[in-house]
């Protein structure tokens, strides 16, 4: 059974940084996209930045220049290193993989299977002022 783990978040004041990480753990296939997203209270989630397997990223304009996603296709980890950290980025942050096939296995082989969307169980981050 596929699970994200999320760890790294915590408190810090403004201008500090920290750094997210989420581990996928169960018989994976492949994993077309991972990244975070993040819902402030009374908020919607929104999208803080994806990366592809073959390392194509995606930014909320909000984070640019001062967040950066990394990942390790092998360990299937994705990482957010997140720098000059502002009160507004305080949120839950949740990894998300999206287009995650697993391998089915039967008396008659493994197989990938369809593909699915995972997310983990969130991290808060609170930024001080």
């Known amino acids: 059974q596929v699970q994200l783990v999320e760890s790294g978040g915590g408190l810090v004041q403004a201008g500090g940084s920290l750094r997210l990480s989420c581990a996928a753990s169960g018989s994976i296939f492949m994993i077309n996209a991972m990244g975070w997203y993040r819902q402030a209270p009374g908020k919607q989630r929104e999208l803080v930045a994806t990366?592809?397997?073959?390392?194509?990223?995606n930014y909320a304009d909000s984070v640019k220049g001062r967040f950066a996603i990394s990942r390790d296709n092998a360990k299937n980890t994705v990482l957010l290193q997140m720098n000059s950290l502002k009160p507004e980025d305080t949120a839950v942050y949740y990894c998300?993989?999206?287009?995650?096939?697993?391998?089915?296995?039967?008396?008659?082989?493994?197989?990938?299977?369809?593909?699915?969307?995972?997310w983990g169980q969130g991290t808060q981050v609170t930024v001080s002022s």
């Open positions: 998300n993989a999206d287009g995650l096939r697993e391998f089915n296995c039967s008396a008659y082989g493994c197989y990938p299977s369809d593909e699915y969307d995972y």
């Open positions: 990366i592809t397997s073959g390392g194509s990223t």
